[in-house]
């Protein structure tokens, strides 16, 4: 495996778990409040150390040097840079930088000339404030900019040692078919990885009053210091951005950023491993300045209208410079700290900018399952079509459900799962790459696929591929590698597994899976069809933690406490529930909870159950707080208090009740996500308001840290035949549900009939003191069932209905079929998948921790006539 080191001060290693591909900053408009910082006054610690006010004839080239090409600046550009003075000139106290069309005399092989000047190794600079007063060209396909470029590479080439944009703009004063016109200027910064996975980030401004900036100058500066940049016009303070804050668990291990801002990645020349450095690099390097008017490219090419309009370049388009000043922060010229022109909120969300660092997530140290679609999307994982412009479908399929569909057009393509940030588009889902590191040696990939129709060139070999880090490794292999040894064969489901091992073998990187593909050889699939489900990564030694703290009796490591009460909790008998912990609260202000010995060290990582986990717990106040404005709180604590969060009860669950039992639920996601770090829990607490408490008298039981659905068991009721604790019920009319068989892939299914008396319910019971506990399916888990008609009801307003029954009858959850994932009604003939959550039946009054009925019926007195089958019936996680 090749490991990435990650870089902070101090230095510190993990793996990378996520490759976050560059974009650029995109126009938006900027409404804040304009009062700006005086820059006629400036900080008295700024000390002018390098300036050109272009008050000569000449430009200096002691300060200034020529890049003469036609390469186009890496961006498909339409100008040649010379030294012509055409092209850049001194005159009336300003540099000009003009674009124009190439003369009959020019030998470039662009359409265009115009200048660009640098200071490269004579005027570099560390840190400090460069600041240009400038008037800036106008027209579609103008490109003027300002920016900062590394003197010595020391990092690597381009973005690896960085780039600062000062200031750029693209078509300012083009006005669109809605009468918008272009004025906006950005400032980016550039960094991360080698292109084409390089990165960027930034944002664009707007003048106040709707001012453009080609009418007037304006004063355009970054404040450069160890670890932020920002970025001012005419003083106001529009952009911050700053280094990558990484945030480390009590082990030492990266899990994750308190601020996602720049990074470089290098080859370290001493050790040969490659480094994600989340530190002040690659920005702690000395820069040269660069001034340039760009004619055309991508960037203006493809913005507002569109292309290049030559007339605006007729007569030339100027960029204006009235000087360049850069100062240098004497309280800390080492680090450019100290002499800040900040404003209140210039870090705030509208300011602060999130950069594009990779996000780090620790070792695997525990064994996790990753389910990319097993007929329900996966918002993390969206179905993929890489180059062929289709769109893959879900379907219902008769035998599997629901399934994905792909096609391959004319246009080579490869298609699958991805969990990459430039392909997830649904605002529910995140990037969430898989960490299969801990799972190498049992672990394994499986999917399900049916070929509907085999592409037209008959010798394309169909081909797995998995990617890591966004390509930064891989392993492709064939089908007919797999453990199975098969190749898809037309209208047949069929199972492929790849052990891990086989994978890693293969070159790839199991720390950050992140692409699933499957898919005939590129170029030759056109005409193919197939379908995907079951796409897993799983391992038999896959176990989620738990913590109890409180049971059929409190755990001696995580026993009752008092913080600073004097009070002794203790485990009393309750009427309804047993033996339970019981807390008070005196006139001491407290607060009160689980928590381990002092000095003794226990501490409960809860890291893997991060995604789905909990800290639940059952509570029942016996006695209100005497203070009536008493609110009650649930707070965890982490490493020795390192880390908190405290939220109001109430964010979990209801309102507590004098005298009631209720369940309180506090997802560890969103703990984490308020900074609590979840591999070193060591409090747990549930109290009134400090200070606000006395009085309290309440209980707690059954309070854990879990993963509520690790460990669910599922039950299949029907499928070729009824479960032998269960059996087929006709409720009322006295017919005999039976077993039939019916042509594949269903086989045998149960049949029921309602021709006499239309006054009952069919469908399947538990037999007698059984019934089936779903509580642990809750979070993802539903009933499921495929159904055909075969003669509808005769009652003119029947409706199908399923209803739900619990071993006491009358609680119960009926709803229309309809409200399933199927929303219409049976089509006679037509096989058809229904599923129905659990926690939609929950919701609609069922116990699931009790299930003693299942039926599926045309409405009460409605029914006579009704012939239908039902097969696969089951209850299981979805």
């Known amino acids: ?10 230095l510190a290693v993990a793996f990378i778990a996520l490759g976050l591909a560059g974009c650029g900053g995109d126009s938006v408009e900027t409404n804040t409040d304009y009062s700006q910082v005086d820059t006629t006054e400036p900080v008295s610690d700024w000390e002018l150390v390098w300036q050109d006010e272009f008050d000569g004839s000449d430009i200096d080239e002691n300060k200034w040097n020529f890049a003469i090409n036609c390469e186009g600046g890496g961006n498909n550009e339409q100008q040649c840079y010379t030294d012509s003075a055409d092209n850049a000139f001194v005159s009336d106290g300003t540099l000009k930088i003009v674009a124009m069309p190439a003369g009959e005399d020019d030998t470039g092989s662009l359409p265009y000339t115009s200048a660009r000047l640098n200071s490269k190794n004579k005027g570099d600079f560390t840190y400090g404030r460069v600041e240009v ?6 027209g579609q396909g103008s490109w003027p900019a300002v920016w900062m470029m590394p003197t010595d590479s020391v990092y690597g080439g381009w973005p690896k040692s960085g780039e600062i944009d000062i200031v750029e703009a693209v ?27 390089n990165s960027s980030s930034g944002k664009a401004y707007q003048l106040p009053g709707e001012a453009n900036p080609a009418d007037d100058f304006h004063t355009y500066a970054i404040e450069w210091q160890e670890g932020e940049i920002r970025w001012y016009v005419d003083g106001y303070l529009y952009q911050t951005q700053r280094d990558s804050q990484i945030r480390f668990n009590s082990k030492g291990e990266a899990i994750g950023l308190n601020h996602q801002g720049w990074f470089t990645e290098y080859y370290d020349q001493s050790s040969g491993e490659l480094v994600v450095d989340y530190g002040p690099a690659p920005y702690d390097q000395s820069f040269h300045l660069i001034m340039n008017l760009a004619v055309g490219g991508d960037w203006p090419e493809n913005t507002n209208n569109t292309g290049i309009d030559e007339s605006a370049f007729t007569e030339g388009q100027t960029l204006e410079v009235d000087y360049i000043k850069v100062y240098q922060c004497n309280q800390n010229p080492d680090t450019g700290k100290g002499c800040e022109t ?8 509208e300011s602060l900018v999130t950069g594009e660092a990779p996000i780090p997530t620790p070792p695997s140290t525990t064994v996790e399952n990753l389910t990319i679609f097993d007929g329900t999307p996966n918002p993390n994982w969206p179905a993929w079509d890489c180059c062929g412009g289709s769109t893959p479908e879900l379907i219902d399929d008769e035998e599997k459900g629901q399934v994905y569909k792909f096609v391959v057009n004319d246009e080579p393509t490869v298609n699958g799962f991805v969990s990459r940030k430039e392909f997830i588009t649904d605002e529910e889902g995140e990037p969430q790459p898989f960490d299969a590191t801990g799972m190498i040696e049992n672990g394994s990939v499986s999917f399900d696929m049916k070929l509907v129709s085999p592409p037209s060139d008959s010798s394309a070999t169909w081909l797995f591929k998995f990617e890591s880090d966004n390509n930064a490794t891989y392993a492709e292999l064939p089908l007919t590698d797999s453990t199975e040894g098969v190749s898809p064969t037309v209208g047949e489901w069929q199972t492929y597994t790849y052990p891990l091992q086989q994978l890693v073998d293969a070159k790839l990187e199991p720390s950050a899976l992140d692409a699933f593909m499957v898919f005939p050889a590129w170029g030759l699939g056109a005409g193919a069809e197939y379908l995907l489900t079951n796409v897993e990564v799983t391992s038999p030694d896959a176990e989620a933690p738990e913590l109890v703290l409180f049971g059929d009796e409190q755990n001696p490591d995580w026993p009752l406490w008092d913080c600073c009460g004097g009070t002794t909790p203790q485990e009393v008998v309750d009427e309804e529930r047993g033996v339970v912990g019981e807390f008070e609260i005196g006139a001491t202000p407290t607060v009160v909870g689980f928590k381990p010995a002092e000095d003794s060290g226990i501490q409960f990582d809860a890291s893997a159950l991060m995604v789905e986990g909990v800290v639940q717990f059952d ?15 649930f707070k965890v604590e982490s490493n020795g208090a390192e880390t908190e969060v405290e939220v109001d009860l109430s964010t979990g669950g209801p309102e507590p009740v004098v005298g009631e039992w209720q369940t309180y639920t506090f997802s560890l996601q969103n703990l984490m996500d308020a900074d609590l770090d979840l591999s070193a829990i060591d409090v747990v607490m549930i109290y009134p308001a400090w200070d606000t408490g006395d009085g309290a008298v309440f209980r707690v039981d059954e309070a854990r840290i879990y993963d509520p659905s690790a460990g669910a068991e599922e039950i299949t009721i029907f499928a070729d035949d009824v479960n032998a604790d269960w059996s087929l019920m006709d409720c009322c009319a006295g017919s005999e549900p039976q077993v039939v068989e019916v042509d594949e892939p269903y086989g045998n299914v149960a049949q029921f009939e309602i021709l006499g008396s239309p006054e009952t319910v069919l469908g399947f019971q538990a037999n007698e003191d059984v019934s089936f506990d779903a509580s642990a399916l809750l979070a993802n888990g539903a009933i499921g069932f495929d159904m055909r008609v075969i003669d509808q009801p005769q009652g003119a307003d029947a409706e199908w209905l399923v209803k739900v029954e619990s071993s006491d009858a009358s609680v119960y959850a009926e709803v229309s079929l309809a409200s399933g994932n199927y929303d219409e009604q049976p089509v006679a003939g037509e096989w058809q998948r229904y599923n129905f959550t659990l926690q939609s039946l929950f919701d609609a009054g069922l116990d699931i921790s009790d299930i003693k009925v299942i039926m599926i019926f045309p409405t009460w007195g409605q029914s006579s006539g009704a012939v239908y089958q039902v097969d696969n019936l089951s209850i299981e996680n979805f």
């Open 619 to 633: 509570m029942k106040v016996v006695s209100n707080p005497n203070d009536p404005d008493s609110v009650w709180k």
């Open 171 to 197: 078509n300012l004063k083009t006005t669109d078919e809605e009468g918008n016109i272009e004025n906006n200027v950005h400032g980016t910064l550039h960094y991360g990885r080698d292109w084409p996975n």
């Open 133 to 138: 007063r400038a008037k800036l060209p106008e």
């Open 342 to 349: 900040l404003r209140a909120g210039y870090d705030d969300e």
């Open 1 to 10: 495996m090749n490991l990435t080191t990650i870089k902070r001060h101090p």
